[in-house]
């Protein structure tokens, strides 16, 4: 069981939570939990060392952030034995659980999950921080942010676990966000690879890490909301979405759909090079300084070549990255030897999800002319074998978002509860 910050924000959320974990463990389950930090935290903590120093060492910025989830792991595990339950916590460098040594952003290795399968056989309920674990150098080290998630579903793996339960603010994924199509769908079940697509494509349920995690390690996961009564039904009862194999999703008999959901994301900007040489390595001239200096570039675009041998070269990358994107290219501009660089930062990228695309042709068609219907423009397009993509102007967002919704059929009926 994994609860996020907003579940651990104070001590009566805490309680809340305790009370969730009491009665999954008096069911018959061997239980280990998995903590955020209290919400907000995290910032705090990162401010403080910013403070004491802009050109932080990674490796004491992971000592003080890590210390988030170290009190949220600490004052669950005392609020269980409050009510009665056996109940110890383990921290990342107790169990532990290995990483390499890129601090502030390391990767887990390895989980030594003996001692803590023990405890749990014992009728004892493991707290493990989130976040954080041992790297090679000896010292503490954290995930990069969001990687509770990722640590819950290793942790999972690691004690060979029936399901990874993860306990948020919404309580389930939806077919798109709620709070722009009030018709939007609770979805009982969807693929990893549906899942990835939509966490990479601007979807904020699960950090894209945890669910290729999952996926690779074969974990089932279910997404379910923290905030439920006390005489809320148990997660073995699936209230929530599960997240599984394309083998397991047809075992668990569900009727399977087209398309699974629609994602936004605002936080692209998008980048033209006017009359760049059309040659063989010009592109290559591009996108080799961006990916040294790790940025991610999206949607690509090259177009039909001029008359003087020359091209337009389009594509989008991060929207915090544009300044950076700007700089490098024109340091780079007489290597490439474009013309000029046109920039637009107000941009959304659209993105349809769904295994169903695998199977069916016209996906794409009904995306571009529910759009075109209303007026809206595509700027650029990508596709992957289950995902088609656009990108438009950033105020026409929610109004594609809601149009799409609403071609593919996803719109909730009204008298479904």
């Known amino acids: 069981m994994k609860f996020g910050g907003t579940s651990m924000a104070g001590t009566e959320r805490i309680r809340r939570v305790a009370n969730i ?3 999954q463990q008096a069911a018959g389950h061997e239980v280990a939990v998995v903590v955020s930090a209290m919400a907000g935290e995290t910032d705090r903590l990162v401010n403080f060392c910013r403070e004491a120093n802009p050109l932080y060492d990674p490796a004491e910025y992971d000592v003080v952030v890590a210390a988030g989830e170290q009190i949220t792991s600490g004052l669950l595990a005392l609020t269980l034995q409050a009510l009665g339950c056996k109940a110890r916590s383990w921290l990342g460098w107790q169990l532990p659980i290995h990483t390499d040594n890129a601090h502030a952003k390391t990767r887990i290795g390895e989980i030594d999950a003996g001692e803590v399968i023990a405890s749990m056989q014992a009728g004892e309920i493991a707290v493990i921080p989130g976040f954080q674990g041992l790297a090679e150098d000896g010292r503490v080290a954290t995930l990069g942010r969001g990687g509770s998630d990722t640590s819950a579903v290793a942790v999972a793996a690691a004690v060979k676990a029936d399901r990874c339960d993860i306990y948020t603010d919404v309580d389930g994924v939806y077919t798109t966000d709620p709070r722009i199509v009030a018709k939007a769908r609770k979805l009982k079940a969807v693929t990893f690879e549906e899942m990835l697509e939509l966490a990479s494509v601007g979807s904020k349920v699960l950090q894209t890490r945890s669910v290729s995690l999952a996926m690779k390690e074969k974990v089932p996961v279910q997404v379910l909301s923290s905030f439920i009564d006390d005489d809320a039904p148990l997660a073995d009862e699936l209230p929530g979405t599960l997240i599984v194999s394309e083998e397991e999703l047809e075992g668990l008999d569900m009727e399977s759909q087209l398309i699974t959901g629609i994602a936004a994301d605002k936080n692209e900007a998008k980048v033209i090079l006017t009359r760049v040489p059309d040659r063989p390595g010009a592109v290559a001239s591009v996108f080799t300084p961006l990916a040294a200096a790790n940025i991610n570039v999206d949607m690509i675009i090259q177009n039909v070549g001029r008359d003087k041998g020359e ?13 950076r994107t700007q700089a490098l290219l024109e340091e780079q501009k007489p290597q490439i030897g474009f013309n000029r660089i046109i920039t637009d930062p107000k941009v959304a990228k659209i993105s349809v999800v769904g295994v169903g695309m695998r199977s069916h042709a016209g996906i794409a068609s009904t995306m571009f002319k529910a759009l075109a219907d209303r007026g809206i423009n595509i700027q650029a397009i990508s596709t992957s074998e289950i995902k088609v993509s656009v990108l438009i ?7 594609a978002v809601r149009v799409l919704h609403t071609a593919y059929g996803l719109d ?6």
């Open 412 to 417: 909730a009926v009204e008298d479904a509860a």
């Open 311 to 323: 091209t337009d070269v389009t594509f989008t990358v991060p929207g915090a990255d544009l300044v």
């Open 393 to 399: 102007d950033e105020d026409e967002t929610e109004l």
């Open 21 to 23: 974990v009491r009665r």
